[in-house]
């Protein structure tokens, strides 16, 4: 059984920094592409990164390139973090980690743009606020 556990949310001012973690168990990860989406009230779910360990390729959407970082554990290959920094009230979202198997997705926008996956995490909560 597949499962993905997020942590590392909570409250931080503008220009702060957090570092959400997605411990993935129950799959390989050299077999998925994991990507962060995020939900803010009110809208849409929109995705924000993806990592193919496999393939080696990441990608951002556009408006967390520079600020934002996805990667994986070098030791704990099963963990993706995604280093978020210069944080802005926008950035305030839950947000979920979610993996696909290669063959169905790649990473990159269009991935983002189904807005589908096949696993989901429960997410957790980021308040970027003063």
């Known amino acids: 059984q597949v499962h993905l556990v997020e942590s590392g949310g909570g409250l931080v001012q503008p220009g702060g920094s957090l570092r959400l973690s997605c411990a993935a168990s129950?799959?390989?990860?050299?077999?998925?592409?994991i990507g962060w989406f995020r939900q803010a009230p009110g809208k849409e779910r929109e995705g924000v990164s993806c990592i193919d360990s496999n393939a080696g390729s990441i990608y951002y959407v556009e408006s967390v390139k520079g600020r934002f970082t996805i990667s994986r554990d070098s030791a704990k290959k099963s963990t993706i973090y995604l280093q978020m920094n210069n944080l802005k009230a926008e950035d305030t979202a839950v947000y979920y980690c979610?993996?696909?198997?290669?063959?169905?997705?790649?990473?990159?926008?269009?991935?983002?743009?189904?807005?589908?996956?096949?696993?989901w995490g429960q997410g957790t909560q980021v308040t970027v606020s003063s």
């Open positions: 129950g799959i390989f990860v050299d077999l998925v592409v």
């Open positions: 979610a993996a696909v198997p290669r063959w169905r997705r790649t990473c990159d926008g269009r991935w983002f743009q189904a807005r589908t996956s096949d696993y």
